[in-house]
Nanobody
Framework: QVQLVESGGGLVQAGGSLRLSCVVS????????MAWFRQAPGKEREFVAG???????SYADSAKGRFIIFRDNAKNTVYLKMNSLKPEDTAVYYC???????????????WGQGTQVTVSS
């Protein structure tokens, strides 16, 4: 059974930074593509960033230039470094594991429980 546990969320002022972490247990972490999604109240879950097993990355337009996704296979962990945060980044952030990096949530096999990020203006 694969389990994903996110951490690192919190309350931050606009312009600040946070680093989210997602620790994966179970099967071989390095073989998975990993992604971060977010979901704001009343909105659909949306793709933020993804990283392939060999390290290639993809970003949503809203994340380009501000967020960085990276992974440490030795620690079974994927990270999302978020800089220049805006109030519209406020959401619950989820990590997901799957075979490919795609923007469609239902293509991922495993999900974490989410971590809240709140950006105040």
């Amino acid at each position: 059974q694969v389990q994903l546990v996110e951490s690192g969320g919190g309350l931050v002022q606009a312009g600040g930074s946070l680093r989210l972490s997602c620790v994966v247990s179970g099967r071989t972490f390095s073989s998975y593509s990993m992604a971060w999604f977010r979901q704001a109240p009343g909105k659909e879950r949306e793709f933020v960033a993804g990283i392939r097993s060999r390290g290639g990355t993809s970003y949503a337009d809203s994340a380009k230039g501000r967020f960085i996704i990276f992974r440490d296979n030795a620690k079974n962990t994927v990270y999302l470094k978020m800089n220049s945060l805006k109030p519209e980044d406020t959401a619950v952030y989820y990590c997901a594991a799957g075979r490919l990096v795609v923007v469609t949530p239902n293509q991922y096999d495993y999900w974490g429980q989410g971590t809240q990020v709140t950006v105040s203006s």
